[in-house]
């Protein structure tokens, strides 16, 4: 297994749909992290769970809803989103301050 | 407030040849300083870290020196090869109680290795 798991790898979305993209981690890491990496943009945090309590939001519209329901789960839940949220969205995790492994992030794509 | 600034590319180089990807900072206080690299199609793997400076990070025949007199953290590689093909990150977390890692990356390089 490797230490961090993301499914689905690509997900296409209409925007009136709702969908949830999954991220596990078995490295008994306390800290999870949702990433967004755009074409054009550098790599953005948007979420921080640290003992699974939301303690990061960097003004991420509401359409997009975390969830972290133990410590080695994370979700984003989508719903309405617009097509300039097409992106790879990277999950990732810590121990405490240490460094962050990444999965291989979800592809996208939203018409 | 903090920030990484990287060298763009794309950095063509031919098999053998010596890498330099360059990488300076802007952050308050120390920050630990990383470099990730991602292969296409996949995410951010960690390459390697330093947490003090003059640490110098290394892995896979890749370093990095953390140099706080220059706000620096240079990616070199004495001989690259195809398979060193990707686009490297340089990032830094900040120092802070939070229990938790706030990365702010660059913008990225693409590195193409021709044989």
């Known amino acids: 297994e490797t230490g961090v798991t993301q499914t689905p790898r690509h997900l296409v979305m209409g925007m009136t749909n709702k969908k949830s993209l999954k991220c596990e981690q078995h490295?008994?890491?306390?800290?999870m992290y949702w990433y967004k990496q755009s074409a054009k943009k550098p790599l953005e945090l948007m979420f921080v769970y640290s003992l699974e309590e939301r303690v990061e939001n960097n003004s991420v519209p509401s359409r997009f809803s975390p969830e972290c329901p133990n410590s080695s789960h994370l979700f984003l839940h989508l719903h309405t989103l617009q097509p300039e949220d097409s992106a790879l969205y990277l999950c990732a995790s810590s121990q405490d301050a240490g460094a962050a492994f990444f999965g291989q992030g979800t592809r996208l794509t939203v018409v | 407030g903090n920030s990484v600034t990287q060298m763009e590319g794309p950095v063509t180089l031919s098999e053998e040849a010596f890498l330099t990807i360059n990488c300076t900072y802007t952050?308050?206080?120390?920050?630990?300083l990383f470099w990730y690299v991602q292969y296409p199609g996949e995410g951010l793997q960690l390459l390697l870290k330093?947490?003090?400076?003059?640490d110098k990070g290394s892995n896979k025949g890749f370093e990095a020196t953390y140099r706080k007199e220059t706000t620096s953290f240079h990616l070199e590689k004495g001989s690259v090869q195809v398979s060193d093909s990707a686009v490297y990150f340089c990032?830094?977390?900040?120092?802070?109680?939070?229990?938790?890692?706030?990365?702010?990356f660059g913008a990225g390089t693409r590195l193409a290795v021709h044989p």
């Open positions: 330093a947490t003090k400076a003059d």
């Open positions: 490295l008994g890491h306390n800290a």
């Open positions: 990032a830094l977390s900040p120092r802070f109680s939070g229990g938790y890692n706030k990365l702010i």
């Open positions: 952050a308050t206080g120390y920050p630990s």
